[in-house]
């Protein structure tokens, strides 16, 4: 299909191109600017992306978790096993919606993580336009379902701007969450701009909703204008931690992961080589350096790990099954065949977040705290339910990556960044059950859509120069097993684990362990150890050929440096937990220098990165209320949800204040008395111990002046409250920040205002 759209977007304004008289009669026929038609034949495109996904995950690819729905695509399309990510989910995201490398996107990391160097402000250039806005302004209908991690994160409240939210960068449609991760019991939503309020049903899951939403936009943009093609990019928060699944779909899996790690790495590898997906010749890599042996391990944490993993599985299958309703939905349209469904299972490999141990509330590791497997144990029949925000232990999520090494965050290997792709477009690919082993990566979704859509990459989209695509198109290899890549050098860097693929090799330098939160900040780039890995014969990484290659070795690393300086890589930084608060880090904020602010009643989902600072300092919070009776309830100010944060509120007329350190500690201060009828002044008066960061501090809860209770916080968290939840007045919209009420536990009375100050160096 020739590509004949313009190189300037948008298209010049309408100017009436006839003969004008002084009045109408006089003039030629009026005629209106007609809509802007696609290139002939444009096939629609459905993209789907699920989330921390290891290569050896789905029994499409020789995994463990049930997939029919990768099943029935790749038997009717094309299986890629040498597609590549970035090792981390805002990086990848951008690369894929824009076509250039994720520093070059200014995405060197998560959102909330973000400094200020040009590859890391996570920002994304307005040079670098998206897919969605290019295919909208040449006749496409889009939408975004899901996650969205590629927004500022002092840009997500209702303040806005919201250019570079999904609507602003080019999807006329948006529903999902503006987060790296998301609860899936009780989510915090938004269509387009607008809070989704929380659902009553008692079944609800994000995953179905997801689902639900996506089907529902498909089927009436198709009714209302049959002829137009449309983009839905549709992405799950699922299998990103929390690891949350129905009990129905959890009790599926009861016992099948009790043989271990070790044995379902074996095994994978074993249906992967029936499968094909890997060459008959590949080698099981040994375990990742720190991870332990499935035998070295006692009864109790066998059976704890065996069952989250279970809940993991049944996470896993619930989406693919959800996903294989939304390709349904698309089947059913009648220009199904002329779909293009790009399927990618993962925007990095399994996670290893979870920490050695497992994890029952992710927040720790961000906030720089590993979890012990023994507290974890007494939870182990509430997992994967609304309690928990749960995640496996690190050596699940390597073996999820079968048969490479690491995992997530490790950009130097296949572990962090070989992810499963499939292809089915049936007007267009013939070779149904193919696979295609060309070297791609993320940034060649891009130019493969532009090229089979007949559309021009522009030059200069709303005003703007555009840096060229820095992806290859791929689409030659539907119809050819053995053409050859037109990739020959990637390079990769995620917090300093880096590689670089040139023509057939890999250069990998391995950095930090990613179940290690924090990192010490002397070490040393230049005394990073490098492997050599020759992939025509050694598909897994296995052989390390560095001592046999010297020359070839520091041929590649000097290349690295060349990519390094080309797409914005330097400086190299390596912090880690410390670059989760925005503070610290300096990031714009719409507090600015205050250290006041009043909220009123109705004011919910305020994310923390427009939230007052109240970490590792002094704090008030004055609340002015007026009561029916002594027996009102309900949230007053909350902020945070069940992985940290506060809550002050009434139970049956008692002020109560609680302090969630982490989902660990819940110290609760609360009057023995109710509080009448009539207006009443609430103030909790918090004194900072001071001496570094998280460190404790005294608790005054005062009511109408009077101290009505007083203690300590032992520990207070350091980094972050919570990894999604913000600020809500007057109702708890989220997960609960101790599990005492139902919510989202709305007040009964009226709420005047709520006043916080915060008191820095205090």
């Given at each position: 299909?020739?590509?004949?759209?313009?190189?300037?977007?948008?298209?010049?304004?309408?100017?009436?191109?006839?003969?004008?008289?002084?009045?109408?009669?006089?003039?030629?026929?009026?005629?209106?600017?007609?809509?802007?038609?696609?290139?002939?034949?444009?096939?629609?495109?459905?993209?789907?992306?699920?989330?921390?996904?290891?290569?050896?995950?789905?029994?499409?690819?020789?995994?463990?978790?049930?997939?029919?729905?990768?099943?029935?695509?790749?038997?009717?399309?094309?299986?890629?096993?040498?597609?590549?990510?970035?090792?981390?989910?805002?990086?990848?995201?951008?690369?894929?919606?824009?076509?250039?490398?994720?520093?070059?996107?200014?995405?060197?990391?998560?959102?909330?993580?973000?400094?200020?160097?040009?590859?890391?402000?996570?920002?994304?250039?307005?040079?670098?336009?998206?897919?969605?806005?290019?295919?909208?302004?040449?006749?496409?209908?889009?939408?975004?379902?899901?996650?969205?991690?590629?927004?500022?994160?002092?840009?997500?409240?209702?303040a806005?701007?919201?250019?570079?939210?999904?609507?602003?960068?080019?999807?006329?449609?948006?529903?999902?969450?503006?987060?790296?991760?998301m609860?899936?019991?009780?989510?915090?939503?938004?269509e387009?701009?607008?809070?989704?309020?929380?659902?009553?049903?008692?079944?609800?899951?994000?995953?179905?909703?997801?689902?639900?939403?996506?089907?529902?936009?498909?089927?009436?943009?198709?009714?209302?204008?049959?002829?137009?093609?449309?983009?839905?990019?549709?992405?799950?928060?699922?299998?990103?931690?929390?690891?949350?699944?129905p009990?129905?779909?959890?009790?599926?899996?009861?016992?099948?992961?009790?043989?271990?790690?070790?044995?379902?790495?074996?095994?994978?590898?074993?249906?992967?080589?029936?499968?094909?997906?890997?060459?008959k010749?590949?080698?099981?890599?040994?375990?990742?350096?720190?991870?332990?042996?499935?035998?070295?391990?006692?009864?109790?944490?066998?059976?704890?790990?065996?069952r989250?993993?279970?809940?993991?599985?049944?996470?896993?299958?619930?989406?693919?099954?959800?996903?294989?309703?939304?390709?349904?939905?698309?089947?059913?349209?009648?220009?199904?065949?002329?779909?293009?469904?790009i399927?990618?299972?993962?925007?990095?490999?399994?996670?290893?977040e979870?920490?050695?141990?497992?994890?029952?509330?992710?927040?720790?590791?961000?906030?720089?705290?590993?979890?012990?497997?023994?507290?974890?144990?007494?939870?182990?029949?509430?997992?994967g339910?609304?309690?928990?925000?749960?995640?496996?232990?690190?050596?699940?999520?390597?073996?999820?990556?079968?048969?490479?090494?690491w995992?997530?965050?490790?950009?130097?290997?296949?572990?962090?960044?070989?992810?499963?792709?499939?292809?089915?477009?049936p007007?267009?690919?013939?070779?149904k059950?193919?696979?295609?082993?060309?070297?791609?990566?993320?940034?060649?979704?891009?130019?493969?859509?532009?090229?089979?859509?007949?559309?021009?990459?522009?030059?200069?989209?709303?005003?703007?120069?555009?840096?060229?695509?820095?992806?290859?198109?791929?689409?030659?290899?539907?119809?050819?097993?053995?053409?050859?890549?037109?990739?020959?050098?990637?390079?990769?860097?995620?917090?300093?684990?880096r590689?670089?693929?040139?023509?057939?090799?890999?250069?990998?330098?391995?950095?930090?362990?990613?179940?290690?939160?924090?990192?010490?900040?002397?070490?040393?780039?230049?005394q990073?150890?490098?492997?050599?890995?020759?992939l025509?014969?050694?598909?897994?990484?296995?052989?390390?050929?560095?001592?046999?290659?010297?020359?070839?070795?520091?041929?590649?690393?000097?290349?690295?440096?060349?990519?390094?300086?080309?797409?914005?890589?330097?400086?190299?930084?390596?912090?880690?937990?410390?670059?989760?608060?925005?503070?610290?880090?300096?990031?714009?904020?719409?507090?600015?220098?205050?250290?006041?602010?009043?909220?009123?009643?109705?004011m919910?989902a305020?994310?923390?990165?427009?939230?007052?600072?109240?970490?590792?300092?002094?704090?008030?919070?004055?609340?002015?209320?007026?009561?029916?009776?002594?027996?009102?309830?309900?949230?007053?100010?909350?902020?945070?949800?069940?992985?940290g944060?506060?809550?002050?509120?009434?139970?049956?007329?008692k002020?109560?204040?609680?302090?969630?350190?982490?989902?660990?500690?819940?110290?609760?201060?609360?009057?023995?008395?109710?509080?009448?009828?009539?207006?009443?002044?609430?103030?909790?008066?918090?004194?900072?111990?001071?001496?570094?960061?998280?460190?404790?501090?005294?608790?005054?809860?005062k009511?109408?002046?009077?101290?009505?209770?007083?203690?300590?916080?032992?520990?207070?968290?350091?980094?972050?409250?919570?990894i999604?939840?913000?600020?809500?007045?007057?109702?708890?919209?989220?997960?609960?920040?101790?599990?005492?009420?139902?919510?989202p536990?709305k007040?009964?009375?009226?709420?005047?205002?709520?006043?916080?100050?915060?008191?820095?160096?205090?």
């Open positions: 299909m020739a590509a004949k759209t313009p190189e300037i977007l948008p298209r010049p304004d309408f100017h009436f191109q006839g003969e004008v008289g002084r009045t109408f009669k006089d003039s030629d026929p009026a005629t209106f600017p007609q809509p802007v038609q696609p290139p002939e034949g444009a096939p629609n495109i459905v993209l789907i992306l699920l989330d921390d996904v290891g290569f050896g995950q789905f029994e499409t690819f020789g995994g463990g978790v049930p997939s029919p729905t990768m099943d029935r695509l790749s038997k009717e399309g094309l299986r890629y096993n040498y597609f590549h990510t970035t090792a981390l989910c805002s990086p990848t995201r951008a690369a894929l919606i824009t076509g250039r490398n994720h520093h070059s996107a200014a995405f060197a990391g998560i959102t909330e993580a973000a400094t200020g160097f040009d590859g890391y402000t996570c920002i994304l250039p307005r040079s670098c336009g998206t897919v969605g806005e290019v295919l909208r302004q040449n006749g496409y209908m889009t939408a975004w379902i899901g996650k969205n991690h590629n927004t500022p994160t002092w840009e997500t409240s209702a806005g701007p919201f250019d570079r939210w999904a609507n602003g960068l080019g999807f006329d449609y948006f529903y999902g969450f503006n987060a790296g991760d609860n899936h019991w009780h989510p915090l939503l938004f387009n701009h607008n809070l989704v309020p929380a659902s009553d049903d008692p079944d609800y899951h994000l995953t179905e909703d997801l689902a639900d939403k996506a089907i529902n936009w498909v089927r009436q943009v198709k009714s209302i204008a049959p002829d137009k093609p449309y983009f839905l990019y549709v992405a799950p928060g699922a299998t990103h931690a929390p690891h949350q699944a009990q129905h779909w959890i009790d599926q899996f009861k016992g099948r992961f009790d043989m271990g790690w070790d044995a379902y790495r074996e095994q994978t590898m074993e249906r992967q080589k029936k499968l094909g997906v890997v060459p010749d590949t080698l099981l890599t040994e375990r990742s350096r720190g991870l332990p042996a499935w035998d070295s391990l006692n009864a109790d944490q066998k059976r704890l790990y065996a989250m993993m279970e809940v993991f599985a049944a996470y896993g299958a619930q989406v693919d099954a959800a996903m294989g309703r939304v390709v349904d939905a698309v089947k059913d349209l009648p220009d199904a065949d002329n779909t293009m469904i399927y990618i299972a993962g925007d990095n490999g399994s996670s290893a979870g920490g050695l141990e497992g994890s029952l509330n992710e927040n720790l590791f961000f906030n720089g705290f590993p979890e012990k497997w023994e507290d974890n144990l007494k939870a182990i029949d509430e997992l339910g609304p309690k928990h925000f749960n995640h496996f232990p690190s050596a699940w999520a390597h073996a999820m990556n079968t048969p490479f090494q995992t997530k965050q490790v950009a130097s290997h296949f572990g962090g960044t070989r992810n499963p792709m499939i292809i089915s477009w007007d267009r690919i013939k070779d059950g193919g696979l295609r082993d060309q070297f791609l990566h993320v940034i060649d979704i891009v130019p493969t859509i532009y090229e089979v859509c007949g559309i021009t990459q522009p030059k200069e989209l709303n005003g703007v120069q555009q840096k060229p695509i820095e992806g290859l198109s791929f689409a030659h290899t539907f119809a050819d097993a053995k053409v050859p890549s037109k990739r020959k050098t990637q390079y990769f860097e995620l917090a300093v684990n590689g670089l693929y040139h023509d057939g090799w890999m250069a990998s330098a391995p950095s930090f362990v990613p179940w290690e939160p924090t990192r010490d900040e002397n070490w040393d780039p230049d990073q150890v490098w492997e050599l890995y020759k025509d014969d050694d598909f897994s990484q296995a052989k390390d050929l560095a001592g046999k290659h010297p020359d070839k070795l520091r041929a590649l690393q000097d290349l690295w440096w060349v990519e390094a300086a080309k797409y914005n890589v330097l400086p190299l930084d390596w912090r880690a937990t410390i670059r989760m608060n925005a503070e610290l880090m300096g990031r714009p904020s719409l507090v600015g220098d205050r250290t006041r602010a009043t909220y009123r009643e109705g919910v305020l994310p923390g990165a427009a939230c007052l600072p109240m970490l590792n300092k002094s704090w008030t919070i004055t609340a002015e209320i007026e009561l029916e009776d002594d027996k009102s309830e309900g949230m007053i100010v909350t902020q945070g949800g069940s992985e944060g506060y809550g002050l509120y009434l139970r049956k007329g002020p109560t204040f609680v302090y969630n350190y982490l989902s660990k500690e819940r110290p609760t201060f609360a009057s023995d008395q109710p509080l009448g009828k009539g207006k009443h002044t609430l103030v909790v008066d918090f004194k900072y111990d001071g001496g570094g960061i998280g460190k404790g501090g005294g608790v005054t809860l009511a109408n002046g009077k101290p009505v209770a007083e203690g300590r916080i032992e520990r207070t968290v350091p980094i972050q409250f919570a999604f939840e913000g600020l809500d007045v007057g109702m708890d919209n989220g997960s609960a920040v101790d599990w005492t009420y139902q919510m536990f007040f009964t009375g009226r709420i005047e205002r709520v006043e916080i100050e915060v008191k820095p160096g205090k």
